[in-house]
């Protein structure tokens, strides 16, 4: 999961070449497409990995491309269309359990994914907040905590990995590494 985000992360500044000569719509739906490709398709080698980069670079894409230049409209159209679509999938069963669409991750969890996502933009759009110069430095240049947590997560196994093995109870294990993490 997290060599997925790695990947992605890296290949930003490709991906940035490529929107200064194609509509970030266009490029976005391309994405789409090839998740909906892929979903039925299994892969002999590296399926998870596969489909997994392909689902989460959309929602990157999605961030990075409309992080505060989307307008509310053309996010509650978003909204609607796939929240609608996510109650008939869990009414219907289709998207019952969600986990068989994560691992690997498939249209109907891009789908799931972007109706949260949309509807948690809606909400936080009406909420003003102060922006920070450091933050939204990281945001404009598309470093997103994906990134952050990649660095984080291989410093705290560097640093943890001869001792933590002595460590027998979980909750001290998920301590520690919660305090690391901070």
């Known amino acids: 999961f997290i060599?997925?985000?790695?990947?992605?992360?890296i290949s930003?500044?490709?991906?940035?070449?490529?929107?200064?000569h194609i509509n970030k719509y266009v490029?976005?739906?391309i994405w789409i497409a090839m998740v909906v490709a892929l979903s039925f398709v299994t892969f002999p080698v590296a399926n998870l990995e596969i489909k997994n980069l392909v689902v989460y670079n959309v929602f990157?894409?999605?961030g990075f491309c409309c992080y505060r230049q989307t307008g509310m409209k053309s996010t509650a159209v978003v909204a609607f269309m796939t929240v609608a679509i996510t109650?008939?999938?869990f009414l219907s069963g289709i998207m019952i359990p969600m986990q068989n669409h994560k691992f690997p991750a498939d249209y109907l969890f891009l789908i799931f994914g972007l109706a949260w996502l949309s509807t948690m933009a809606l909400i936080l759009n009406s909420i003003k907040q102060k922006r920070y110069g450091l933050l939204d430095t990281w945001n404009k240049n598309g470093y997103y905590l994906y990134l952050y947590q990649t660095i984080t997560f291989s410093t705290i196994v560097w640093i943890t990995h001869r001792w933590i093995g002595m460590v027998d109870s979980d909750i001290v294990k998920f301590s520690i590494y919660f305090a690391l993490c901070m």
């Open 87 to 89: 109650f008939y999938g």
């Open 3 to 9: 060599s997925v985000y790695l990947i992605i992360s």
């Open 27 to 29: 490029y976005i739906s």
């Open 12 to 20: 930003l500044p490709l991906q940035r070449k490529v929107l200064d």
């Open 60 to 62: 990157y894409l999605t």
